[in-house]
Each structure stands twice: as structure tokens, then as C-alpha cells.
T-cell receptor, first 113, second 112 residues
Framework: IAGITQAPTSQILAAGRRMTLRCTQD?????MYWYRQDLGLGLRLIHY???????GKGEVPDGYSVSRANTDDFPLTLASAVPSQTSVYFCASSPGGQPYGYTFGSGTRLTVV | QKEVEQNSGPLSVPEGAIASLNCTYS??????FFWYRQYSGKSPELIMSIYSNGDKEDGRFTAQLNKASQYVSLLIRDSQPSDSATYLC????????????FGKGTSLLVTP
């Protein structure tokens, strides 16, 4: 089934640990995005990639890094997790070329303790 | 910070009525706007896109865009209890490629 797969679905992580959230799409979309969603704050853009090999910073990039080695994968890494990174993380993709609506993954619920 | 603003609600409407959801945006460079529906614990789902001034209809949904007033709205006709969800308005972020700025969402409750 075409779409976006995120893993893990949920995770409890000790503060200070490194964690990579995985995101893979099979729609050959050029653009991919990472958002975090927090109660009362809505969806906030962390990082984005308009095409393989390029990335950009969003509204809340501190503490996060991304890479885009190929079209399908866009992992998000927390180098040293802190409790304020407790959130629901959504990966999304779009064809690119002009603003299209996104396809979202099912999300990763991360709790940093 | 370029923002998309929505009333958080909850907006309560009786079954069969028209639900009207609104948002405003500050990014004058935005040309494209989207409405997403998000059920509790689920990911957002695209329901409407609109790129030019005026109305766009798709089934029970009508999106309206007024770029001069920087205003976007979504009308849901013949509202059903299954329409109860949070509705997110999103606009193109003119500084971040094709990324979108999202509003915080309006909670809609359709009562039987």
C-alpha cells in the first residue's frame, strides 16, 4: 500500500539518549517534512527537504538533525534527548514543484523521561 | 513569525447544520491553502486545497479564499457526527520551499 511508514509507533526514551525516528515513503515524492505536534501549540515544522540531497531548517530545529540520502527515506535524529522533546512526531511528504497537500505518516509518540 | 490563526473552539453544531470554520494568515507570500481533518490520536488527513480567490466545492465541503483579507474558510454542509474532529488550516510558507504553516486547529463537535 502506497504511503508513508514511520517507526517506531511509540517510544519511551531516557534523557540524554540518542534516538532516530524513521520515515520511509514509496510514492516517489520529492519533498519530505518533519513536524512535531504538542497540545496547544499545533503542528510545528522541524526540518524539511525539497529534494534528495538537500535539507532545510524549520521553525523548531534545535536539538534535531535530518539527512536525505535518497528520495524514499528521511530520518530524524535527536542527538541527546531532553524532556521538552516529548511530543508526537509526524513525517509528511508531497510531490514538490509547487505547494501540494501533504500525505502524513501515522506518527511517532515519543516520551523523554 | 508568519502565522496561521484559528479559533480553537470547540464549535458545536447540530447534525444536519452547516459548520463554518475560519482562519486568517499573516504570510502575504502564501498562495496555496489547505484544510486537514484530524481525529483524536490519528494523523491529519487532507480534505480540501484552494489556490485562488473565491469558492471551491467538493461534495459537502466548500473552501473559500480571500487573499485581500488574508482569510480562509471551510464550510461543511449537512454536518454529521462523523465530522466531529479537529480541523487544521494550513498555508504555504513562502520562506521554506513547499512547507506549510499550520494553525492550531478548531475542534468541531456535531451533536445528534
Amino acid at each position: 500500500i502506497a504511503g508513508i511508514t514511520q517507526a517506531p509507533t511509540s517510544q519511551i526514551l531516557a534523557a540524554g539518549r540518542r534516538m532516530t525516528l524513521r520515515c520511509t515513503q514509496d510514492m516517489r515524492h520529492n519533498a519530505m517534512y518533519w513536524y512535531r505536534q504538542d497540545l496547544g501549540l499545533g503542528l510545528r515544522l522541524i526540518h524539511y527537504s525539497n529534494t534528495a540531497g538537500t535539507t532545510g531548517k524549520g521553525e523548531v530545529p534545535d536539538g534535531y538533525s535530518v539527512s536525505r540520502a535518497n528520495t524514499d527515506d528521511f530520518p530524524l535524529t535527536l542527538a541527546s534527548a531532553v524532556p521538552s522533546q516529548t511530543s508526537v512526531y509526524f513525517c509528511a511528504s508531497s510531490p514538490g514543484g509547487q505547494p501540494y497537500g501533504y500525505t502524513f505518516g501515522s506518527g511517532t509518540r515519543l516520551t523523554v523521561v | 513569525q508568519k502565522e496561521v490563526e484559528q479559533n480553537s473552539g470547540p464549535l458545536s453544531v447540530p447534525e444536519g447544520a452547516i459548520a463554518s470554520l475560519n482562519c486568517t494568515y499573516s504570510d502575504r507570500g502564501s498562495q496555496s491553502f489547505f484544510w486537514y481533518r484530524q481525529y483524536s490520536g490519528k494523523s491529519p488527513e487532507l480534505i480540501m486545497s484552494i489556490y485562488s480567490n473565491g469558492d471551491k466545492e467538493d461534495g459537502r465541503f466548500t473552501a473559500q479564499l480571500n487573499k485581500a483579507s488574508q482569510y480562509v474558510s471551510l464550510l461543511i454542509r449537512d454536518s454529521q457526527p462523523s465530522d466531529s474532529a479537529t480541523y487544521l488550516c494550513a498555508g504555504e510558507n513562502s520562506n521554506s520551499g513547499y512547507a506549510l504553516n499550520f494553525g492550531k486547529g478548531t475542534s468541531l463537535l456535531v451533536t445528534p
